[in-house]
């Protein structure tokens, strides 16, 4: 029997460790990996992608909706380039992802030859362990180092082999201080908890206060029942950043959604009149929304280096987020007055009949509110959803409304556009037989939307609803409200995506008129395998913060007076919304 190969040896450990998908795109400079996937087939799923930047978004999605290593591989040079963005993604909202990459010959690195790209120093800023495999000998020791960083540190970890070194055989050469089988293919979790004197200051803190708020992040997603139970003792408002949409339901009457631009008008009166303010498993990026007053914060974090990061900290309690909950609530005493949360109850529900209202128009051209309101009520309980960057990031936040069991994400702190289509592909992947549902605007679905290719050839039955407004409509926003300039360079060459779906081997339906979004949406969610819907909205809806500051509404007049080509039609629009929400 030969001896085992690099690559053997590597496909080999990565099985041990648990390993079933890799997400690639082939490549000579690493067709000894393809050749032992080939013969493993049956133990390991390869899921060929159209663009490896799709591969690195899918093993980043797969490891959130999993909670398992996500794992993508890349050929040499251009092919592991375009990885980065992907892996930026994963790197940015702490997903452990191991990318594997080829090089050219060993012997030819460094002699201007073909592809001859040093990938693991162009890693070094986005991997936290990046090793070259020097041999047979060497990859057990690299791979079993490699997963218990991403996996400890949740982060990004790189591995690069040479073409010809994947194809070197075991011959038992090692060095002598190389003990065989001295690394173990073994990662023990930890959930750390903090120190009895530390909890009792921050139950100190908290017992303390009258009107408590709760920023509940991904670090609270495994941690429902805790944050609940915190909020029921404390009679304390749960805010939630976009990353920890899913920590609680929508329907919980201590909530009130979101945070910041995408977030809700509640919200933002809650964190402005709190006293108190208890920060769990979040870093919450956008420091103008946290509250401008001094409040007493306890802030609970799996890293301490996140301690004290976004806000004024009184008591940090570094540990995992569900354990220390369970400890610190045993310190607290219930608290009695209720007027805090009543009051923003009470707001929440206006919020409520607001977005409804929105959600509920019969006017056209179609508001996209309208499309996200009725998806929302008709999905799974259990149902996964990948929302992507832009415009349509609001209308997932505030018309998705989380129930059950539902899981969501987004390209979070990185905030990349094209992870819709990719993050869809890695929930489906790593979720077989539930339901997922992927919400894109026509600018970065078109980014990556080869990837469609992808769906159909695995028939994953992902229902992605497409915003088509025509133009890259969060940065008319930004340009307009935040700079004070009119759009410029943002139009977009009209797609016909479901005749475009269709093409592809995929159920295309297009939606313009919300008498036939319910209809439509319903029919499309019963559609067996994928599915695209183009929903042609509304290009001057603005996605309008829960609270407009005065230099927002400024900026906003001051694009209009200077030309902004689509104004009248803009301020249409807008006093159009502003005079529903007065009446």
Known sequence: M?????????????????????????????????????????????VQVRHEEAAAFAACAYAKYSGRLGVCLATSGPGGVHLLNGLYDAKFDGQPVLAITGHT???????????????????????????????????????????????????????????????????????????????????????????????????????????????????ALDAREEILQLAALTQGVIIKALLGKAVVPDDSPY???????LGTAPSGDAMQECDTLIMAGTSFPYMEFYPKQNVRTVQIDIDQARIGLRHGVEVGLTGDCRETLRALIKLLQPQQDKSFLEKTQERMKKWNDLLRAEGTREDKPLKPQVVAYQLSSLIDNNCIICADTGVVTTWAARHILIRGEQKFSVSGNFSSMANGLPY????????????????????????????????????????????????????????????????????????????????????????????????????????????????????????????????????????????????????????????????
């Not at 909530?255 to 631009?261: A, E, K, N, S």
């Not at 695995?458 to 759009?487: A, D, R, T």
């Open 2 to 46: 030969p001896n085992k190969t690099v690559a053997e040896l590597l496909i080999e450990r990565l099985m041990q460790w648990g390993v079933d998908t890799i997400f690639s795109l082939p490549g000579d400079g690493i067709n000894g990996i393809y050749e032992v996937l080939r013969i493993n087939e049956k133990k390991i799923k390869l």
């Open 105 to 219: 010959f060993h012997d030819l690195i460094g002699t201007h030859y073909k592809q001859d790209l040093d990938l693991d120093k162009l890693f070094m800023d986005v991997a936290a362990y990046n090793e070259r495999i020097m041999g047979p000998s060497h990859v057990y020791n690299v791979v079993d180092e490699a997963i218990k960083t991403a996996l400890s540190q949740r982060t990004v970890v790189h591995i690069n082999i040479p073409k010809d070194i994947q194809e070197w055989e075991m011959d038992g050469q090692r060095s002598a201080a190389n003990v065989p089988a001295h690394s173990a293919d073994i990662y023990k979790l930890s959930r750390p908890v903090p120190s009895l004197v530390e909890l009792n200051g921050a139950a100190s803190v908290i017992n303390s206060g009258k009107k408590i708020v709760i920023l509940a992040g991904r670090g």
């Open 255 to 261: 909530t009130t959604g979101g945070i910041g631009l």
């Open 424 to 583: 869809a592909i890695g929930a489906a992947i790593s979720n077989p037989g539930r339901q997922v549902i992927c919400l894109c605007g026509d600018g970065g679905f078109s980014m990556l939307m080869c990837e469609l290719a992808t769906i159909a050839k695995y028939q994953l039955p992902i229902k992605i609803i497409i915003f088509k407004n025509n133009s890259f409509g969060m940065i008319k926003w930004e340009q307009i409200v935040f700079e004070g300039n009119p759009e410029y360079g943002l139009d977009l060459h009209p797609i016909d995506f479901a005749m475009f779906a269709r093409s592809c081997g995929v159920a295309g339906f297009s939606l313009d008129d919300p008498a036939q979004a319910q209809t439509i949406i319903r029919k499309a969610l019963n559609t067996l395998g994928p599915v695209v819907i183009d929903a042609k909205i509304d290009p001057y809806e603005a996605p309008m913060p829960g609270h407009i500051s005065c230099e927002q509404a400024w900026h906003f007049i001051e694009a209009m007076i200077r030309g902004e080509k689509d104004r009248w039609d803009i301020l249409k629009t807008v006093i159009k919304n502003k005079i529903r929400r007065v009446f």
